[in-house]
Structures are given as C-alpha cells and as structure tokens.
C-alpha cells in the first residue's frame, strides 16, 4: 500500500474520532458515568495513534500529488502546517487521555480535572482539524477553492475559449 493510499484512508480517523471521543467524554461526565469515560479516553488514545500515520504518510503523498495539473501549491502549504499543529495537540489530548484513565485507579482525587483537560485539549485538536481538512480538501478540489471560479475563468481566456455575444445580436 502506498503512502498517499495511507494518507486518505487513514485522514479521517483523527477528526471523527476525536470528536466522537469529546462527545462521548462529554456524556459520560454529565451522566456521571465511569464505563462511557473510560470508553471516550481509550478511544482517544487509539484515535490519537491513527493521526501518526495520517501524518508521517502525508509527505509522501505530498510529493506525489504536487506535480498533477491542478494541484494547489498554496493549499499544500497550508494543509501542512496545520497537520503540524494537529499532530502536536493529539499528542497531547492523548498523553492527557491516558494520564486521566490512569488516575481512575492511581490518583482519583485527580481524575475530574484530567478529564476536563484532555476534554479542551481534544477540543482545541479537534478544532485545528477543521481548517486542515479544508486546505486538504482544496488541495485536489478546485471548486472548493474561493479563487477557482476566478482562475477557470482566466485560463478560458487565455485559452481563447470567450463566450461569443454574437448569439445575442439580433443584426
């Protein structure tokens, strides 16, 4: 299996996950329930294990999308510094997920404040991924990009290819 196959299959892992984990992190604490935490936490740290490979294999795939027609640079460049970002805070919800499941047995008087903070912290991972997927998504979808429309028009033109107004004159 390729590394850009990698990429695509393993991208979204990250983002439903850890807003599946939140979620259900969030149930569980407002129905005081141990089972649904530790089910959110664990799945955190699984979650968290699939953004490695989501992002060590996007370089490769870099590499071998950037030269297809169509392809925007600038979105490259985007979607790669906000996979950096990304990556940084899923570790982080994730060591903070594995620290609060340790404290249910190790340190309990510590497990709410563990909980509330893997909860922001997989926030704020969760909420880089969303300018991430879009500049992923634009990378190979023109028509997702707010210059598109503006740049299909220009390369028409530059192509010779004008709408003809004569259809218009009625001479």
Same mark, same amino acid.
């Given at each position: 299996?390729? /590394?850009?196959?990698?990429?695509? +299959?393993?991208?979204?892992?990250?983002? *439903? @996950?850890?807003?599946?984990?939140?979620?259900?992190?969030?149930?569980?604490?407002?129905? =005081?329930? =141990?089972?649904? #935490?530790?089910?959110?936490?664990?799945?955190?740290?699984?979650?968290?294990?699939?953004?490695?490979?989501?992002?060590?294999?996007?370089?490769?795939?870099?590499? =071998?999308?950037?030269?297809?027609? @169509?392809?925007?640079?600038?979105?490259? #460049?985007?979607?790669?510094?906000?996979?950096?970002?990304?990556?940084? *805070?899923?570790?982080? /919800? @994730?060591?903070?997920?594995?620290? /609060? !499941?340790?404290?249910?047995? %190790?340190?309990?008087?510590?497990?709410?404040?563990?909980?509330?903070?893997? +909860?922001?912290?997989?926030?704020?991972?969760?909420?880089?991924?969303?300018? +991430?997927?879009?500049?992923?998504?634009?990378?190979?979808?023109?028509?997702?990009?707010?210059? @598109? %429309?503006? !740049? $299909?028009?220009?390369?028409? #033109?530059?192509?010779?290819?004008?709408?003809?107004? $004569?259809?218009?004159?009625? $001479?």
């Amino acid at each position: 299996m390729e /590394a850009t196959q990698i990429h695509l +299959l393993t991208n979204h892992i990250p983002i *439903l @996950g850890s807003f599946f984990s939140m979620t259900l992190l969030i149930i569980g604490m407002l129905m =005081k329930n =141990k089972t649904a #935490e530790i089910t959110a936490l664990s799945t955190l740290l699984v979650v968290t294990l699939f953004t490695f490979p989501a992002y060590f294999s996007g370089e490769e795939a870099e590499h =071998k999308v950037e030269h297809f027609e @169509g392809v925007s640079d600038h979105e490259l #460049e985007e979607h790669e510094e906000h996979a950096e970002t990304t990556l940084w *805070l899923m570790i982080a /919800a @994730g060591l903070l997920g594995a620290m /609060a !499941l340790v404290s249910y047995w %190790a340190s309990p008087q510590y497990t709410k404040w563990m909980r509330l903070t893997t +909860l922001i912290v997989c926030g704020f991972a969760f909420l880089s991924m969303i300018p +991430l997927a879009l500049h992923g998504g634009k990378i190979m979808h023109s028509e997702l990009r707010t210059e @598109g %429309a503006s !740049l $299909d028009s220009h390369e028409h #033109e530059e192509h010779g290819e004008h709408e003809s107004d $004569d259809e218009y004159d009625d $001479d």
